[in-house]
């Protein structure tokens, strides 16, 4: 079955076709780094990132391009506020966001460009367009004209006319119609500013992103992808710049994830439920915010509640104890033939319910019930009194793939040592005699989860391994 993706552009379902049978060209808007990330910049990173593992789990090259917009007027009004340069402000929310990503298990991008590092290619990419007739220079700014773009409003699905009901020009703005937007800002008294044939100056916000895409990417790409928030306007003044600059189509995919919600409100700074990445890895294991983050479709909004997160912990528990049983009994097992074949056929068949789910615009919410599915049988075959070897390492290497595509870990698990028993053993015994009897349970207890069962005797406590069944 091929892939299929809902394209924002024609609001339908499409095959996938890339440009390349085998490689995958894929631009994600990345953040501004004026501060840090909350949950709701997270969750494109999680998504998309999902995205690009399945399509390398088909065996596509993925060249995935994430952006950083490292000056912008945000950044420079919150390093006026710090007594900071920008590239230090910047070069710190940066290095903060590739730390909040990384915990959450999203693999690092082929390339993350930064707008000051690409500060040639745009220059030359906006006097192109000025060349071209669609864009104008007024007293050292710059501005794209999308009424001379035949096509404007094709993303977002509104007409010029809608658009231009809405827009304003704002105080200090010289541009010839409310609709036209800026791809280069003169700079003011002692701002951060570059040399351009119109003075000094930066530029817009739009025109970055088309000219890092192009830069590392080509003239069309196969999927960009970003948060609903950037519909319009800054994909659709990206698909303006790109296709009036280059005469060819800029994305062929269009992909944007829903919002998220706190406790059934939209978050935002105004409601006071605005929550920062860092603080809630810091108090939740990022597994498990991962998980609840696929565990809804990417399209639609998700909702953020303490209770929700629990009961996502709940069922990643359930899924990676199974995997530490089956490992258990893996070193018991034999290789028996008489049911294999009919539970060889069980597994294959929802490895085969997992890919329909993720081909089917990557469904991880359909992809997680199959995960739960697995789980279910992996322990009703552990029921079993003998299991088969080839059994045992079908399901192992069935749900570690699932768990791997959608960036969930496994960590192996550490064997206590017969030392190691030994010397907790003697610390029981002189909880024991200190009548400490709270610390002798618990040391019982934490043996008795790493599978080491006791048995007090009038000779003294003694231990054996347990047979590892669930």
């Given at each position: 079955m091929a892939i299929t993706i809902y394209n924002t552009l024609t609001q339908e379902k499409e095959a996938f076709k890339p440009l390349e049978h085998d490689k995958v060209r894929m631009y994600v808007c990345g953040p501004t780094v004026y501060n840090y990330i909350h949950i709701g910049n997270a969750r494109p990173a999680i998504v998309f990132d999902t995205v690009r593992r399945y399509l390398e789990y088909k065996r596509y090259q993925v060249d995935y391009v994430l952006n950083f917009t490292d000056v912008d007027d945000k950044i420079i009004k919150a390093a006026n506020e710090l007594g900071e340069k920008v590239p230090d402000v910047a070069n710190r929310f940066i290095n903060a966001y590739l730390t909040d990503v990384e915990t959450l298990g999203v693999k690092k991008a082929t390339h993350n460009p930064r707008v000051t590092e690409t500060m040639d290619d745009i220059i030359t990419f906006i006097s192109s367009l000025i060349d071209k007739g669609y864009a104008y220079e007024?007293?050292?700014?710059?501005?794209?004209?999308?009424?001379?773009?035949?096509?404007?409003?094709?993303?977002?699905?509104?007409?010029?006319?809608?658009?231009?009901?809405?827009?304003?020009?704002?105080?200090?703005?010289?541009?010839?119609?409310?609709?036209?937007?800026?791809?280069?800002?003169?700079?003011?008294?002692?701002?951060?500013?570059?040399?351009?044939?119109?003075?000094?100056?930066?530029?817009?916000?739009?025109?970055?992103?088309?000219?890092?895409?192009?830069?590392?990417?080509?003239?069309?790409?196969?999927?960009?992808?970003?948060?609903?928030?950037?519909?319009?306007?800054?994909?659709?003044?990206?698909?303006?710049?790109?296709?009036?600059?280059?005469?060819?189509?800029?994305?062929?995919?269009?992909?944007?994830?829903?919002?998220?919600?706190?406790?059934?409100?939209?978050?935002?700074?105004?409601?006071?439920?605005?929550?920062?990445?860092?603080?809630?890895?810091?108090?939740?294991?990022?597994?498990?915010?991962?998980?609840?983050?696929?565990?809804?479709?990417?399209?639609?909004?998700?909702?953020?509640?303490?209770?929700?997160?629990?009961?996502?912990?709940?069922?990643?528990?359930?899924?990676?104890?199974?995997?530490?049983?089956?490992?258990?009994?893996?070193?018991?097992?034999?290789?028996?033939?008489?049911?294999?074949?009919?539970?060889?056929?069980?597994?294959?068949?929802?490895?085969?319910?997992?890919?329909?789910?993720?081909?089917?615009?990557?469904?991880?919410?359909n992809a997680i019930s199959v995960l739960f599915d697995l789980t279910k049988e992996a322990n009703r075959y552990l029921e079993e009194k003998q299991t088969s070897t080839n059994v045992i390492k079908a399901f192992q290497e069935a749900m570690e793939s699932i768990l791997d595509v959608l960036g969930i870990r496994l960590e192996k698990e550490t064997e206590l040592l017969d030392e190691d028993i030994e010397a907790l053993l003697q610390e029981r015994v002189q909880a024991r005699k200190n009548r400490d009897f709270n610390r002798a349970d618990a040391i019982r207890d934490s043996l008795k989860e790493k599978n080491i069962i006791l048995e007090d005797t009038p000779q003294g406590t003694r231990w054996k391994r347990g047979d590892h069944e669930s």
């Open positions: 007024i007293d050292g700014d710059v501005y794209f004209k999308p009424r001379s773009f035949d096509d404007y409003g094709k993303l977002s699905h509104q007409s010029i006319d809608e658009l231009r009901s809405g827009a304003r020009i704002q105080v200090g703005e010289k541009k010839e119609d409310p609709l036209d937007f800026a791809l280069w800002k003169k700079a003011k008294a002692d701002e951060i500013a570059w040399d351009s044939p119109w003075g000094q100056g930066r530029p817009g916000w739009h025109i970055e992103c088309s000219a890092m895409a192009k830069k590392y990417l080509g003239e069309t790409i196969d999927i960009h992808a970003g948060g609903q928030d950037l519909t319009f306007p800054h994909h659709e003044n990206e698909i303006a710049q790109s296709e009036a600059m280059n005469e060819e189509p800029f994305a062929n995919y269009w992909m944007h994830n829903g919002y998220i919600n706190i406790d059934n409100e939209k978050m935002s700074k105004s409601l006071g439920n605005f929550v920062l990445t860092k603080d809630i890895v810091a108090n939740h294991d990022p597994q498990v915010i991962r998980f609840f983050m696929l565990s809804v479709h990417y399209r639609n909004p998700i909702n953020f509640t303490e209770e929700l997160l629990q009961g996502a912990k709940n069922s990643l528990d359930r899924i990676k104890n199974a995997h530490t049983n089956l490992e258990h009994r893996s070193r018991t097992s034999m290789n028996l033939t008489d049911t294999t074949d009919a539970w060889l056929e069980t597994i294959s068949r929802l490895n085969h319910q997992f890919e329909e789910a993720m081909d089917d615009d990557f469904n991880t919410a």
